[in-house]
T-cell receptor, first 118, second 111 residues
Framework: GAVVSQHPSWVICKSGTSVKIECRSL??????MFWYRQFPKQSLMLMAT?????????EQGVEKDKFLINHASLTLSTLTVTSAHPEDSSFYIC??????????????FGEGSWLTVV | GENVEQHPSTLSVQEGDSAVIKCTYS??????FPWYKQELGKGPQLIID?????GEKKDQRIAVTLNKTAKHFSLHITETQPEDSAVYFC??????????FGAGTQVVVTP
């Protein structure tokens, strides 16, 4: 299947600082990417939909000024957690939609990024 | 909006036996139903998917069935192996094309 890469795989930052997580589609162009957050032993919670060349659309309850999303190219979306607090510590996962003919509307996930705010 | 329910929440099977996970969805417009396997500390891995114009799909030991009328779909794993132990998520696309996930099933395969 298609490959989606996330970086970093884990990061520790101090409260009040910002941290950026990158999501790349390695072998296909992705006009649409998604950002999820997952707490231990829970399902994935969609945070926002990242659209190449336009503003991201956020799910209800997700602060757009807190979680900045940029999708400047067809293979890269970034999530920046601004002014991080310990409650932002979580597992963040991105996914990308593969529109190629042989895959149709398939969605592939990255490996996830562990964020710990101390 | 779309609501996906998944059962059971945990499933323990003996190595070599079969495992079945069932999901139901609410939006009759949903047309894409993927299954993901998630190992501890890793991102979900797509293992099989099915589209609404197909009733069944098989890939080696894994199969998925879809009943559009009843709005339910199932994952079948045959000849289970210890490496099949993981959390499995079903999902369905909503009218916006976004995936809505089930709550997950923790599968434990005991040797």
């Amino acid at each position: 299947g298609a490959v989606v890469s996330q970086h970093p795989s884990w990061v520790i930052c101090k409260s009040g600082t910002s941290v950026k997580i990158e999501c790349r589609s390695l072998d296909f162009q992705a006009t649409t990417m998604f950002w999820y957050r997952q707490f231990p032993k829970q399902s994935l919670m969609l945070m926002a939909t990242s659209n190449e060349g336009s503003k991201a659309t956020y799910e209800q309850g997700v602060e757009k000024d807190k979680f900045l999303i940029n999708h400047a190219s067809l293979t890269l979306s970034t999530l920046t957690v601004t002014s991080a607090h310990p409650e932002d510590s979580s597992f963040y996962i991105c996914s990308a939609r593969d529109y190629r003919t042989n895959s149709g509307n398939t969605i592939y996930f990255g490996e996830g990024s562990w964020l710990t705010v101390v | 909006g779309e609501n996906v329910e998944q059962h059971p929440s945990t499933l323990s099977v003996q190595e070599g036996d079969s495992a079945v996970i069932k999901c139901t969805y609410s939006d009759s417009a949903s047309n894409y139903f993927p299954w993901y396997k998630q190992e501890l500390g890793k991102g979900p891995q797509l293992i099989i998917d099915i589209r609404s114009n197909v009733g069944e799909k098989k890939d080696q030991r894994i199969a998925v069935t879809l009943n559009k009328t009843a709005k339910h779909f199932s994952l079948h794993i045959t000849e289970t192996q210890p490496e099949d132990s993981a959390v499995y998520f079903c999902a369905a696309t909503d009218s916006w094309g976004k995936l809505q996930f089930g709550a997950g099933t923790q599968v434990v395969v005991t040797p």
